[in-house]
C-alpha cells in the first residue's frame, strides 16, 4: 500500500447547542430572563454588568415599566427630534411616590396589576386552538383532544376513547378525532399531543429545515434505533444504520438536543410572578412606536480576563477562551432576542392600530400564521416570542397576545375578532334597560343588523365567558 491524501465530505453538528440556547432565551419572561441572565454573569468571569446608561428614545414616556427593569435602549430605526403630538399619558404612568391614601408602590403601580396569573399547557393550546380556522365541530373535538394531553405534553387517551366521549354530543369517529390531532400537533411547543416518545421527537425533527445538519439520519435513529440506543452507542448505532462514526454522532446529537417533554416548558410561573413589561409602546408625532424594556441587555464582556487569555498558561488560556465564546454567544443570542421581539411589536403595533387607539372593539383578527409571514419567522418562533411578553400602553399593561383574536364574516366581506364581538355585547349589555335585559336573540338581532352576523349561541358563548348572567338573572338581580 502506498500512502495517499484524499479528501472526503461529511456533516457535522455545530450550531444546535446554539440555536436551542437562543430559542430558550426567546421563551422566556422577563423576570425569568433576568434570573437566567444573573446566573451567567455570578458564573462566567468573562461577563459582566456594562454600567453605562442608554439613549432612551425621543418620545418614550417615562413609564415605571416595574422597579427591576431600566430605561429603554435606544433602537436604530427611530426618527429624531420633533415636537410631541400632544398625547398624554395616563395617570398611571406617572413617576414617583404614590401619594398619601394610594395603593401603588413606589413606581406608582397598583402590585396587584402586576401580578401574573399563571398560564398552563391547556391554556396555551386553547389559546392556539381558538385562532385556527377550524370548523366549529372540529374545535370542539380539538378541545376535547387538549383536556387529554398531560402536563407534559402527551396523548395518553386513545383516540377511540376521546371519540366515545364526544359521541353524546357529536357523532364522531377515531379517524376524524386523528386528523384534528394532527392539526394540534403543529402547536406551539413542537412535540406536544404525541402519543408515545417516539412519535414526539419525530415532530420536533419534521418542524426543523430541511438542511439542519445531522436531521435525516436523526429520523433514522428516533424510528428505528430509539429503544436500544443506550445499549448501541455511537459505534454500534453506526454499523446497525450503515453510517458513518462522524455521520452518525452529529445524528444522534440532534435526538438529544431534542425535548422529550415539551409540556414542561410551560406552567412553571407561580402565581404571585410579577409583571415587568419586556416593551414600551408609545405614540409620538402621530405614530406608534415600540422600544424595548429591561436591563437584560446591559452584558459586556469583561476586558480585564480578556487581556489575560494571551498572558495565561495551557490550561488558564483554554478556560478562559471557552467562558469568552459563551459569553459572546450569549450576548449574541440576547440581541437576537430582542430584535425578534421588536420586529413581532412592530408588526402587532401596524396590525392593530386601531386595538392600541379605540380599545377591544377594534380589534382586527389576527393569526401566528398572518404574523409569521410578515415578518419571516416560524410560527412556532412567533408564538415562543409573545409567550409570557407584556407591552405598557397607553392603555396598560397588556399581553401581546392579546393582540391576536380569531374572526367571524361580516355582511360587509371583511372580518370582526370574536374580543371585538365580545366588546360589543358588553356595551350593549352595559346599556341596556336593567328592568328588561336583551335576551341573547336580540344581541344576536342588534349584532346582525350591526353588519356582524352572529348566531344566537355564539352570542351566549362570548356571553359565558365574560361571565355575564342570562337575562332571566340580570332581571332578578335588577
Given at each position: 500500500m502506498?500512502?495517499?491524501?484524499?479528501?472526503?465530505?461529511?456533516?457535522q453538528?455545530?450550531l444546535t447547542?446554539q440555536?436551542?440556547?437562543?430559542l430558550?432565551?426567546?421563551?422566556?419572561s422577563?423576570?425569568e430572563?433576568?434570573?437566567?441572565?444573573?446566573?451567567?454573569v455570578?458564573s462566567n468571569?468573562?461577563?459582566?454588568?456594562d454600567e453605562?446608561?442608554g439613549e432612551?428614545?425621543e418620545?418614550m414616556p417615562?413609564?415605571?415599566?416595574?422597579?427591576?427593569?431600566?430605561?429603554p435602549?435606544e433602537?436604530p430605526?427611530?426618527?429624531?427630534g420633533?415636537?410631541d403630538d400632544?398625547?398624554?399619558?395616563p395617570?398611571?404612568w406617572n413617576t414617583?411616590?404614590?401619594g398619601?391614601?394610594?395603593s401603588g408602590?413606589?413606581?406608582g403601580?397598583?402590585?396587584?396589576?402586576?401580578l401574573?396569573?399563571?398560564?398552563?399547557?391547556?391554556?396555551h393550546?386553547s389559546?392556539?386552538?381558538?385562532?385556527?380556522r377550524l370548523?366549529?365541530?372540529?374545535?370542539?373535538?380539538?378541545?376535547a383532544?387538549?383536556?387529554?394531553?398531560?402536563?407534559d405534553?402527551?396523548?395518553r387517551?386513545?383516540l377511540?376513547?376521546?371519540?366515545?366521549?364526544?359521541r353524546?354530543?357529536i357523532?364522531?369517529?377515531?379517524?376524524e378525532?386523528?386528523t384534528?390531532?394532527?392539526?394540534?400537533?403543529?402547536f406551539d411547543p413542537?412535540?406536544?399531543?404525541?402519543?408515545?416518545?417516539r412519535?414526539?421527537?419525530?415532530?420536533?425533527?419534521e418542524?426543523?429545515?430541511?438542511?439542519?445538519?445531522?436531521?435525516?439520519e436523526?429520523l433514522r435513529?428516533?424510528?428505528e434505533?430509539?429503544?436500544?440506543?443506550?445499549?448501541?452507542?455511537?459505534?454500534g448505532?453506526a454499523a446497525?444504520?450503515?453510517?458513518?462514526?462522524e455521520?452518525a454522532?452529529?445524528?444522534l446529537?440532534?435526538v438529544r438536543?431534542?425535548?422529550?417533554?415539551?409540556?414542561?416548558?410551560?406552567?412553571?410561573?407561580?402565581?404571585?410572578?410579577?409583571?415587568?413589561?419586556d416593551?414600551v409602546i408609545?405614540?409620538?408625532?402621530?405614530m406608534?412606536r415600540?422600544?424595548?424594556?429591561?436591563?437584560?441587555?446591559?452584558?459586556?464582556?469583561?476586558?480585564g480576563?480578556e487581556?489575560?487569555?494571551?498572558?495565561?498558561?495551557?490550561?488558564?488560556?483554554?478556560y478562559?477562551?471557552?467562558?469568552?465564546q459563551?459569553?459572546r454567544?450569549l450576548?449574541?443570542?440576547?440581541?437576537?432576542?430582542?430584535?425578534?421581539?421588536?420586529?413581532?411589536?412592530r408588526?402587532l403595533i401596524?396590525?392593530?392600530?386601531?386595538?392600541l387607539e379605540f380599545?377591544e372593539?377594534?380589534l382586527r383578527?389576527?393569526t401566528?400564521r398572518?404574523?409569521?409571514a410578515?415578518v419571516g419567522?416560524?410560527e412556532?418562533?412567533?408564538?415562543?416570542?409573545?409567550?409570557?411578553?407584556?407591552?405598557?400602553t397607553?392603555r396598560?399593561t397588556?399581553?401581546?397576545r392579546?393582540?391576536?383574536?380569531?374572526?367571524?364574516?361580516?355582511?360587509g366581506?371583511?372580518?370582526a375578532?370574536s374580543?371585538?364581538?365580545?366588546s360589543?355585547?358588553k356595551r350593549l349589555?352595559?346599556?341596556e334597560n336593567?328592568?328588561?335585559?336583551l335576551?341573547?336573540a336580540?344581541?344576536?338581532d342588534?349584532?346582525?343588523a350591526?353588519g356582524?352576523?352572529?348566531?344566537r349561541?355564539?352570542v351566549?358563548?362570548?356571553?359565558?365567558?365574560m361571565?355575564?348572567?342570562?337575562?332571566?338573572e340580570?332581571?332578578?338581580m335588577?
Amino acid at each position: 500500500m502506498k500512502p495517499r491524501l484524499q479528501t472526503s465530505l461529511g456533516q457535522q453538528l455545530v450550531l444546535t447547542p446554539q440555536l436551542r440556547q437562543a430559542l430558550h432565551l426567546l421563551q422566556l419572561s422577563s423576570l425569568e430572563l433576568e434570573n437566567e441572565i444573573t446566573i451567567a454573569v455570578e458564573s462566567n468571569p468573562l461577563l459582566d454588568w456594562d454600567e453605562s446608561v442608554g439613549e432612551v428614545p425621543e418620545g418614550m414616556p417615562e413609564a415605571p415599566v416595574a422597579p427591576e427593569a431600566a430605561a429603554p435602549e435606544e433602537t436604530p430605526d427611530r426618527e429624531r427630534g420633533g415636537e410631541d403630538d400632544g398625547w398624554e399619558p395616563p395617570d398611571s404612568w406617572n413617576t414617583g411616590s404614590s401619594g398619601s391614601g394610594g395603593s401603588g408602590d413606589e413606581d406608582g403601580l397598583d402590585p396587584m396589576d402586576r401580578l401574573v396569573h399563571a398560564e398552563s399547557l391547556h391554556d396555551h393550546l386553547s389559546w392556539q386552538l381558538h385562532l385556527t380556522r377550524l370548523s366549529p365541530r372540529d374545535q370542539r373535538i380539538g378541545a376535547a383532544l387538549i383536556d387529554a394531553i398531560d402536563d407534559d405534553g402527551y396523548l395518553r387517551e386513545s383516540l377511540e376513547n376521546i371519540a366515545d366521549t364526544l359521541r353524546p354530543e357529536i357523532n364522531v369517529g377515531a379517524t376524524e378525532v386523528g386528523t384534528v390531532l394532527h392539526q394540534i400537533q403543529r402547536f406551539d411547543p413542537l412535540g406536544v399531543g404525541a402519543r408515545d416518545l417516539r412519535e414526539c421527537l419525530q415532530l420536533q425533527l419534521e418542524a426543523l429545515s430541511g438542511d439542519t445538519p445531522g436531521k435525516t439520519e436523526a429520523l433514522r435513529i428516533v424510528g428505528e434505533a430509539l429503544e436500544r440506543l443506550p445499549k448501541l452507542g455511537v459505534d454500534g448505532l453506526a454499523a446497525e444504520l450503515g453510517l458513518s462514526v462522524e455521520i452518525a454522532a452529529a445524528g444522534l446529537h440532534l435526538v438529544r438536543s431534542l425535548d422529550p417533554r415539551p409540556g414542561s416548558q410551560l406552567g412553571g410561573m407561580s402565581a404571585d410572578t410579577y409583571i415587568t413589561p419586556d416593551c414600551v409602546i408609545w405614540r409620538h408625532q402621530g405614530m406608534w412606536r415600540a422600544g424595548l424594556a429591561g436591563s437584560h441587555t446591559r452584558l459586556t464582556i469583561h476586558r480585564g480576563y480578556e487581556g489575560m487569555i494571551q498572558h495565561a498558561n495551557g490550561s488558564d488560556a483554554a478556560y478562559l477562551r471557552g467562558r469568552l465564546q459563551e459569553a459572546r454567544w450569549l450576548l449574541k443570542h440576547l440581541e437576537a432576542r430582542g430584535e425578534t421581539l421588536l420586529k413581532v411589536v412592530r408588526c402587532l403595533i401596524r396590525q392593530q392600530s386601531g386595538y392600541l387607539e379605540f380599545g377591544e372593539q377594534a380589534l382586527r383578527p389576527l393569526t401566528l400564521r398572518e404574523v409569521a409571514a410578515e415578518v419571516g419567522l416560524h410560527e412556532s418562533t412567533v408564538s415562543r416570542a409573545i409567550a409570557r411578553k407584556y407591552a405598557l400602553t397607553p392603555r396598560g399593561t397588556l399581553p401581546l397576545r392579546s393582540f391576536f383574536a380569531s374572526g367571524i364574516g361580516t355582511d360587509g366581506g371583511g372580518e370582526a375578532s370574536s374580543t371585538a364581538i365580545q366588546s360589543m355585547i358588553k356595551r350593549l349589555i352595559d346599556a341596556e334597560n336593567p328592568r328588561k335585559p336583551l335576551s341573547d336573540a336580540k344581541l344576536a338581532d342588534t349584532l346582525k343588523a350591526s353588519g356582524v352576523p352572529v348566531a344566537r349561541r355564539t352570542v351566549a358563548k362570548y356571553r359565558e365567558a365574560m361571565n355575564i348572567p342570562a337575562s332571566h338573572e340580570r332581571v332578578r338581580m335588577a
